[in-house]
């Protein structure tokens, strides 16, 4: 038997001691789909904290907000013991200002991770859970450090203590959310591989294409979506590059495409995101109608992409060492 060897989130897997993550997870998760599902106002609101109009993820953009004023809050600290006289107040006070910025910074911070958070499920959902609470107990540090600071100057060691867990909390909250989308593959566009050929290839006949009834080929085990609205085939990505949702099975309205799983909205003409989840566009393809032929050709600069992994052996191989 072959083991699987642990990374940081797989202790995460042991339901009998992080099962309960589940049972906060799903109470909260349907509380917030259900204040962004509300109204398409609210769709509009998540989809900008999800960075889709921006075609750029939020939230990792805006942690560097907190991290970055809570590590200079620890410097400063430790600076703030090692001097004496001025430069011992200016430390003390950039300190005390960097813990304030830290904890204002977190609250966007907080927003933009729940809109990414609550399309998760699974394992995923239960480790952007513990990710979530870590923050939150190094949030409530870092606000009682500040208490301490403005308000008891003799607490100064307690207050600087405070912010060293918190900042320890936080590296921890941190290593796991860089888990969840450098392992887990979460917000990871699901249409880096495979790469269809930069060529085009002939897929259908123009009349098993007719209009409202989209068709999905394959090109080199790339799934492509063709639709043909009026005069125009349009050739798209059959994932959705959110989460891999089937695009097929969506809800087609004109030239645009709504994902099944978690109602992502894409424009067929470009593969523009229109709404959240999904902040990466859809891969589209070129599309060649001639002599009652329809074929298709990536129509991306995809020079730079990496190569696809090789298909799986179709048997049991033998390697000589
Ligand atoms: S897979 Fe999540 S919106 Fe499509």
Redesign the pocket.
Known sequence: MTRQAPTLSSIYENDSKFGWLDTVSEQAQHNVHRLFRASAVGMKIKSVLNGTPFRHRMHPAIIIVPLGAWTTAVVFDALEGMSSGEDRLSYRKGADASVALGLVGALPATVTGLADWV?LYDHRRRVGMAHALLNSAAWLCFSGSLALRVTNGDRRGAARALSGIGYGLVMMGGALGGELVYTLGVNVPHTTYPKPPNEFTDVLASDELVEGAPVIIEVERVPVLLVRHGETIHAVDAW?P????PLGDGTFDGDVVE?P????RFCLKDGKPLQG??ATPLRTFDVREEAGRISVSPSYEGQSWPPPPDPPASGPKTIQA
């Open positions: 399309d959705c959110h989460a891999g949702g994902c799983w978690h109602q992502s989840p999904a």
